[in-house]
């Protein structure tokens, strides 16, 4: 009968893990395989980041595609970590691949809910604290991980370091938050922020000018009160052309 399973390269590969991050900035993950026409569920494991916090996914492979949910309890706000963090990212990372940005896990006080899929039919989970809904690469602000209980491969992915502010590297004992969390002003405000501090400025002007602007209209229609739809799409919108333009000068830089 095909299933899904989570398994354990050898006892040295769990001694290894027992630490999240290697001294390198790299991280290692068992592995989730999936099987066609198969369902299982995989309990995730908190980090020191947010110890408290606790989850699972449910993953079922369909005709290529793997869909994946995401349920968390005891969570909390990603903003308390302070400085440039706002909100929570979940990514697939496959063997030898790019971490795949599947997508923004928004929370309902501590809790929260998130559906995704991916080609991918092997592959960790990382669930990561991030400035943006747009991040293209892990920070090192990972907060849960897919358990494993059996044979497999580890995964390891390279982590964003020393680039983001914080006020705090834990938000162990920090109280948690009621109602859904809205972060994307805030979203808004860093993803300018990030592009300023690459120099976009100087080295992309029109596409940062052009970020600018949109940050202007997401401040106005926060300020006027409108429709909280509209202000997310305006803040969205000032992400996805800050970004652009801190990709940009970047490339420019070297």
Known sequence: MPFCRVVF?????VHLLVATCFADGVIGVLAITCADSASERVPL?????LPEASGAITVERMGGTTEIEVKLDSMKP?????GDYNTYVLWVVPPGGAAENRGEIILDGSHAVARAETTQSEFAILISAEPHFLVSTPSAFIVLQNE???SSQIIRQRLIEG???????????VPKSRGKIHTDVRQAFTAVRLAQRANASMLAPEEFAQAQHALQR???SWR???DRTETAAHARETVRLAVAAQRLAQDRAF
């Open 45 to 49: 494991r908190s980090t020191d980041r």
């Open 9 to 13: 390269a050898s006892a040295l590969a």
């Open 218 to 220: 997401t401040i106005s």
């Open 163 to 173: 680039v983001y502010n914080f006020d705090r590297s834990s938000l162990d004992s």
């Open 78 to 82: 990603a903003m308390l970590f302070g």
């Open 148 to 150: 494993g209980t059996g």
């Open 224 to 226: 006027e009160r409108r």
